[in-house]
């Protein structure tokens, strides 16, 4: 007993000293977890764009990254769907995910926001925020200021509750308050400045124990620190000299749109970036994304942002490594972590190595540790640094933890890149069908209003449809009925799609984009004499989530609506009466649940709806065995939504085409989010992401609902695997082994490591070259120097293993090629 009492004393004592000591403060050089500076690598992993199950092993896979923190927004809608009604369940488990991240060992960045952008609808805020009686959004206006609080202080006291700040000895290191709100400020002025203001102090004075942070805000006040967002930035420097330079958002590609091509953003970049941050005494970065994941249900913002939020984020949406990205990464931050005590010991000292060539030196007694950068975007340089001798590549930065030891070049892949592919695993669908009926003014549960009203007014979101419908009497007398002509239909709409109806016929569709969600339909209808039904279904696409006052932006037919080519000219039916019906008659049903889809009738074989506009589908599968990450197929469809068992995957789209450039991509030279795009003139999203965590073993319930009209014949479900993967390895270039080998003193030679993913093997050399081989993974080619025997290592080795690797040197090769020559290995090896 006695010895337990005294247990229990020592353990009260442990965890006063551990709270007393646990802190989270910042000087100018970095952030200092208790006491000590660090070097943290951070990344963005949004907790509702994946599922709980998914999460450990995201969690994990960053943590192998090389990650120490998982930065993540609050979904303010998401956990306040109805105003006082909270919802932290499933994928909204916040204090789960942030309690897994602890588990891990890992940090947190914890963005409370409550605005978040994050292309998310309505850029995160509730909608019933909106018709909060006097509220402007993101300004000096109390109502909005009142909620904004009142949200912010729940997510506090909940993390207090669970101990998760650091300071209680959880993971939270810190928070965000707002996001990218100086550009606003900028714009409106002196309300912005005082909102400024008046957040920071709101959010420091729920003493948190841990550093605030506002992205983007110059005149952060003080504690609170001012950060960067964007694809460069070296040459940011904070707000205040006693602040730490920091980068929350470091965009490792960019998100895809509905009718936009998909961007890549190459990883030689994105380590340059990185690199030049580091070496130019940034102490914090945050890769967003780090894993993007999926818009599931109706959470996609814009409007027009894809369901898929892959971003090219270095773990793909469905979780798997993107490579070479997250590889290379993981090495940048190896060799970051080796100079971390050089580097948060001291500034750097820049010298001049030549032209667009730099060295930045961070020399103390905390160690030595060396950048040394080449800013030119074609030419190579040999530089001279201490006693060695370096190669630099164009557009590149190479990290020497010990002043002398390259152990990695942002431009030289030491990482396997690999190509993925979708293989279909099911037979074929066994479908059947409903017809969806085009709503009519008579429906009891609908409501008719003078003129025409903004959509999200009537619908409050809680569904992407609005039916404005209305009669058109047309008298014998009419010119164009005697004559056979028809009149011409002019519809303006706010947007974001509209489907129009004459007498239950389809007579057209038309939709907006990004950059212009406005639309408008011009075309002759056919109209008969007596009463004719117009039927306009206006579909939303995902709320804007950025803009000023984006709150104020209007979705919907508001007119003018205009019939011309009467016999008294031009009709305006905008001050007609109009019906208004909210959503589908599906929707009401619940068709795309178990119980609700036996309420109706459905088709199949010979009768079953092709190519017909407003169609459900439905059909049972079983999950297929093993645990490749799946996926639908959704090429041969038009747009709509899509159910499993009752979940929304998300809106589907592949009727949208992407438009716009997509071409060569070096990753040298600045980058945009214009650059590397791919998938012009096909679907902007062809494959729709199915948790694996969603199925059952047999008997799930998949239902779509078709606006368009597709080929539901055409859905195939797919896996997702390795198709192959590739080592493009340069000879004599920085690699971590390096590193290992100074020690044993054996001679440095850069090796190929090639891997499958577990439960795949090599199974075939596609391709092998050592000498001056050309192209990149999946389109390789023999350059004019090749060594006759460069197949034999690579299947001698890796044939038949799961994982292998290939010295990169002219013996293993059957002797050097083309001496004098800067020769590579390039290796495709099949994984099946
Ligand atoms: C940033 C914003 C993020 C996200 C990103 C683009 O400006 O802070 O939330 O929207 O742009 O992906």
Avoid at 258 to 279: C, K, M, N, T, W
Avoid at 393 to 399: D, G, K, Q
Avoid at 621 to 639: I, R
Avoid at 813 to 832: H, I, Q
Wanted: aromatic residues 12%; charged residues 15%.
């Amino acid at each position: 007993m006695a010895l337990k009492v005294g247990m229990f004393m020592l353990l009260l004592l442990f965890s006063w000293l551990c709270s007393a000591t646990a802190s989270v403060t910042y000087d100018s050089r970095a952030i200092l977890i208790n006491g000590r500076r660090r070097i943290l690598i951070s990344g963005s992993i949004h907790y509702p764009r994946s599922t709980p199950e998914m999460w450990p092993d995201l969690i994990q896979k960053a943590k192998d990254g090389g990650l120490d923190v998982i930065q993540t927004y609050v979904f303010w809608n998401g956990h306040e769907p109805s105003q006082g009604k909270y919802y932290f369940e499933d994928r909204y488990d916040l204090v789960k995910f942030i309690k897994l991240v602890q588990q891990a060992g890992l940090y947190v960045h914890l963005r409370i926001g409550p605005y978040v952008c994050a292309e998310w609808n309505f850029g995160g805020f509730p909608v019933w925020l909106k018709y909060v009686p006097g509220i402007a959004f993101r300004t000096d206006n109390g109502p909005f200021k009142a909620a904004m609080q009142k949200f912010t202080e729940k997510i506090v006291s909940m993390m207090k509750a669970e101990r998760l700040f650091e300071t209680q000895g959880g993971p939270i290191i810190l928070s965000q308050i707002e996001n990218e709100y100086g550009p606003v400020e900028w714009e409106i002025g002196a309300p912005g400045k005082a909102y400024t203001k008046w957040a920071a102090q709101m959010a420091v004075g729920l003493n948190t124990g841990v550093p605030w942070i506002m992205c983007k805000q110059e005149d952060a006040p003080d504690p609170v620190i001012d950060t960067c967002n964007g694809f460069y930035c070296e040459n940011f420097t904070p707000d205040k000299k006693y602040k730490p330079k920091m980068w929350t958002e470091a965009w490792t590609g960019w998100y895809t749109e509905f009718g936009g091509p998909i961007p890549h953003r190459p990883a030689e970049d994105l380590a340059f970036s990185v690199a030049r941050f580091i070496q130019n005494g940034g102490s914090f970065i945050n890769y967003y994304m780090y894993h993007g994941g999926t818009n599931f249900g109706r959470t996609a913002g814009g409007p027009f942002i894809a369901t898929s939020y892959d971003y090219d984020a270095p773990l793909d949406e469905y979780g798997l490594p993107n490579e070479p990205k997250w590889g290379h990464l993981r090495d940048l931050h190896r060799a970051i972590k080796l100079a971390e005590s050089a580097l948060v010991s001291t500034y750097p000292t820049v010298t001049s190595l030549g032209s667009n060539l730099e060295a930045h030196v961070y020399k103390s007694s905390g160690g030595c540790a060396a950048f040394l950068a080449n800013y030119n975007t074609n030419s190579h340089a040999k530089v001279s640094f201490g006693n060695g001798q370096y190669d630099l590549p164009p557009w590149s930065v190479s990290v020497l933890p010990d002043c002398k030891t390259a152990v990695f070049n942002t431009a030289r892949l030491g990482a396997q890149s690999s190509q993925m592919k979708m293989t279909p695993v099911n037979n074929a669908f066994s479908w059947q069908s409903h017809n969806e009926e085009t709503a009519s003014s008579d429906d009891s549960e609908a409501t008719t209003l003078q003129g025409l009203w903004e959509q999200i007014y009537i619908t409050r979101d809680n569904t992407d449809y609005l039916w404005y419908l209305t009669d058109i009497t047309i008298s014998p007398d009419e010119g164009f009925v005697k004559n056979g002509k028809s009149p011409l239909l002019t519809i303006f709409s706010a947007g974001h799609a509209l489907h129009v109806f004459v007498n239950g016929q389809l007579s057209g569709t038309v939709y907006g984009g990004l950059e212009n969600p406005k639309l408008t339909f011009s075309d002759y209808i056919k109209l008969r004499p007596g009463i004719n039904k117009l039927a306009l279904l206006s579909v939303a696409v995902g709320l804007p989530n950025v803009g000023l006052h984006f709150e104020q932006w209007n979705a919907g037919v508001l007119g003018p609506v205009t019939l011309k080519g009467l016999n008294s000219g031009t009709w305006d039916m905008s001050k007609w009466k109009w019906t208004y019906k909210i959503g589908l008659k599906g929707e009401a049903l619940n068709l795309h649940t178990i119980s609700g889809s036996s309420s109706v009738e459905w088709v199949e074989g010979s009768l079953l709806a092709q190519k017909q506009p407003l169609t459900w589908y439905k059909a049972t599968f079983n999950a297929p065995g093993g645990n490749a990450p799946l996926a639908l197929d959704m090429g041969s469809m038009g747009k709509g939504q899509v159910w499993i068992n009752g979940q929304s995957i998300g809106r589907h789209w592949p009727g949208y085409i992407a438009r716009g450039g997509c071409g060569a991509c070096s990753y040298a030279g600045t980058y945009d989010d214009k650059k590397c795009r791919t998938n012009c003139g096909q679907s902007s999203q062809r494959w729709y992401h199915i948790p694996r965590s969603w199925l059952k073993p047999s008997g799930n319930l998949l239902v779509i609902f078709e606006e368009l009209g597709g080929n539901p014949t055409g859905i195939s479900l797919v896996q997702r695997t390795t198709g192959s993967v590739c080592a493009d390895i340069f000879e004599g270039q920085p690699t971590m082994r390096s590193w290992e080998m100074l020690t044993s003193g054996k001679v440095n030679k850069p090796k190929a490591h090639l891997w499958c993913p577990t439960g795949q093997k090599i199974s075939e050399i596609k391709f092998a070259s050592y000498g001056l081989p050309q192209g990149t993974c999946g389109s390789f080619k023999e350059g004019s120097c090749h060594a006759h025997r460069s197949y034999d290592a690579p299947q001698r080795n890796c044939v038949g293993r799961q994982s292998c690797l290939v010295t990169v040197a002219p013996e293993v090769f059957g002797g050097d090629p083309c001496p004098g020559n800067m020769k590579k290995l390039s290796v495709e090896a099949v994984c099946s």
